[in-house]
């Protein structure tokens, strides 16, 4: 029997109210067309993400669509397929159902060349986000952006939902010193913006025109993926559901470690652990920071590829069970705190390219510094909320919805 609380009941109501009501920026594109690109020569990037509510493709719409001419694709980390893995190389490509030349943005160039983009007058970006700094399709859109720019081309964004909420925002503003594939403008980790609100202002602060953004139709800040009536369709081969997103901008902190994020699992970001933890001792010390939202459970896992492959690890599930009350800044700080603490001569950080990778995630060497000192996470997140309170004000002018 399921028992549902009045929070819970209230939740259940609204996403069942607001099935069916969403409609994408490629869905209002298809209805009413857009007049800047009636003829134009276009390049689209996307990736398997890029879908309407029915599941047809961007790249097969487009290219049957009369108003527009669709030259060619490009495609972000992952691929424009989405069948390679975190952090590899994607060549070009041609597509096979069309014929149209793909162009990678996560391989030898991470920005459409001058070369990819003389035969074109407009971009269109249609890639699904997770509402998480660290996602590499934000530095995509900044750099498509810049290359338009650079190229007199329009830019286009086809909205989609920021599937953790439009309503918060959390953590940490990155500093310009730490920029990286995956921090590339000063945002804070959970940022709260759709993908066109994000275009408006890296438009507006990076100096580019501003972008055509086609709003979504019926989308509320407040609203999850699974109360849009639209169907989740994972946006990286890590990201199977709608939990593992939410906990995603904290448990992602993990990857700067020598413990196992739970890449290589069913359950990349849910599970934490490592050969040398002992899962009962680590989930009574969570258990005494209260942190709302979430649960723990035991969890033993044997990675089959990334840290710690075919190696049996202990650790936790992390559980979401009130996602309105999930604080995941707070939870994944939370994590390398306790883990740093209880073992502090197997727990490490981990170096790519010669810096400390928590640093390139969490956009500062200050947080990392703090840990090693023994600084409590409360104390450590003390000055963010007032970064969070000047960030409100700067997205404001550019928020759609």
Not at 267 to 279: M, R, S, T
Not at 315 to 337: F, K, T
Not at 372 to 388: F, K, L
Request: overall charge negative.
């Amino acid at each position: 029997m399921l028992l549902l609380t009045t929070t819970n009941t209230l939740s259940y109501n609204r996403r069942m109210t607001n099935h069916s009501t969403i409609q994408t920026g490629l869905e209002v594109f298809l209805t009413d067309g857009l007049p800047e690109l009636t003829g134009n020569r276009v390049g689209l990037i996307t990736n398997y993400t890029g879908v309407n509510r029915h599941l047809r493709s961007t790249v097969d719409l487009l290219y049957a669509d009369t108003r527009i001419r669709l030259r060619a694709l490009f495609g972000p980390e992952h691929g424009i397929l989405g069948n390679a893995q975190d952090g590899v190389e994607v060549a070009g490509s041609v597509d096979a159902h069309t014929g149209l030349p793909v162009y990678s943005l996560y391989g030898a160039t991470q920005r459409p060349t001058a070369e990819s983009l003389e035969d074109l007058d407009a971009l269109i970006f249609d890639i699904q986000d997770v509402g998480a700094r660290y996602y590499t399709y934000i530095a995509t859109i900044v750099y498509a952006q810049e290359a338009a720019a650079e190229a007199g081309l329009r830019f286009v964004v086809f909205d989609r939902p920021n599937p953790i909420t439009g309503k918060h925002i959390e953590g940490n503003i990155l500093d310009p010193n730490f920029a990286s594939l995956i921090g590339v403008h000063p945002l804070p980790i959970r940022h709260g913006m759709t993908i066109g609100e994000l275009a408006r202002l890296f438009a507006a602060e990076r100096g580019y025109p501003p972008p055509l953004v086609v709003p979504m139709r019926g989308w509320r800040r407040d609203m999850w993926s699974d109360e849009t009536g639209l169907p989740w369709v994972y946006p990286s081969p890590n990201m199977p559901t709608l939990d593992t997103a939410i906990l995603y901008p904290g448990t992602c902190m993990l990857e700067g470690t020598n413990l196992s994020e739970g890449r290589g699992t069913t359950k990349p970001f849910e599970l934490v652990g490592a050969p040398w933890l002992d899962p009962f001792k680590l989930i009574a010390e969570l258990e005494q920071r209260v942190l709302p939202g979430v649960a723990f459970r035991p969890a033993y896992f044997t990675p089959g590829f990334s840290k710690h492959k075919d190696t049996l690890c202990a650790g936790v599930q992390v559980h979401i069970i009130e996602r309105d009350l999930v604080r995941p800044v707070e939870l994944g700080l939370s994590l390398l705190a306790t883990l740093h603490r209880l073992y502090p001569d197997t727990f490490a950080w981990i170096m790519r390219n010669g810096i400390y990778f928590i640093d390139r995630l969490l956009g500062s060497d200050q947080p990392r510094r703090a840990l090693d000192a023994g600084t409590d996470v409360a104390e450590i997140m003390a000055d963010w909320s007032e970064q969070n309170a000047a960030f409100e004000e700067r997205r404001r002018p550019h928020l759609l919805y």
